[in-house]
């Protein structure tokens, strides 16, 4: 039995897939002794990259002590590849953390973090191959787990993942029942859902829909692993 409430906290930031974060946050909300805490850096109200507006509870400044920290993805993950404040809180916090985890391309940011090198990892079917320049080994799974880095694939993979963290802490006897609570029996209407069900041609128009994106995010992630590997890195600082 734990003495304390576990500790998550979900990373929040501008350009965030809410699903990323929502689907995960619903699974541990629902887990007993759980506490969830949604960061960002101030405490006013964060936009997702559809529109929907979140609020932070806490702030890296006032954030507590975590036992699971979680960096969802998104388009706003680009920017946080090079933001020096947000890498030094992820590092502060997974020193600490029993379980380090991320969410579609949230890996990348633990990548630019330097959370991920020499681990096995997911992310979005998109931008998989990118974990390499990080020094990840990337998989083709929908959650990968590696020593206590924890990953999830593409946006609706969040629950999963959750439903995995939750298995590992609390038990697959609560990880089951909060399934069923949440129904959470999927039945899609079509199997286009990866890359290896998709008919080859629409595989092929959504990665050209992509593309230019996908390239923008391979720029900010290159530079992450020249960041990594440079003499004034802010591995350096910990």
């Known amino acids: ?20 974060l929502t689907g995960p946050f619903e699974v541990f909300a629902r887990a007993p002794d759980t506490r969830v805490h949604l960061i ?24 507590p002590p975590l036992d699971v920290i979680c960096v969802p993805g998104g388009p706003g993950q680009i920017a946080l ?15 600490q953390a029993s379980l380090v985890t991320s969410v579609c391309t949230g890996s990348l940011v633990l990548g630019a ?17 990118q974990l390499a320049l990080l ?3 990337p998989v083709s799974a929908r959650v990968v787990r590696d020593r206590n880095r924890i990953t999830g694939a593409g946006v609706t993979s969040g629950i ?11 038990g697959e006897a609560v990880a089951q029942m909060i399934q069923l ?12 859902g990866t890359p290896r069900t998709a008919p080859a041609e629409l595989v092929a128009q959504a990665t050209t829909q992509m593309a230019s994106f996908i390239e923008m995010r391979r720029q900010a992630t290159v530079a992450a692993a020249q960041h990594l590997t440079s003499p004034d890195s802010h591995k350096d600082d910990h």
Request: hydrophobic share 40%.
């Open 1 to 20: 039995m734990r003495e304390s409430a576990l500790s998550v906290g979900l990373l929040l930031f501008p350009g965030v897939t809410q699903l990323d």
């Open 40 to 63: 960002w850096k101030t405490p006013e109200p964060v936009i997702s990259d559809r529109g929907l507006a979140m609020l932070p509870t806490t702030t890296f400044d006032t954030c």
């Open 81 to 95: 590849m090079t933001d020096s404040a947000v890498l030094a809180f992820i590092l502060e916090k997974s020193a």
């Open 113 to 129: 973090a330097g959370l991920l090198n020499g681990y096995r990892a997911t992310s979005h079917w998109g931008s998989l191959d």
């Open 135 to 137: 020094g990840a080994e």
């Open 160 to 170: 999963d993942f959750a439903l995995r963290v939750v298995a590992d802490l609390q």
């Open 181 to 192: 609570q949440m129904e959470y029996d999927p039945q899609p209407p079509f199997s286009s």
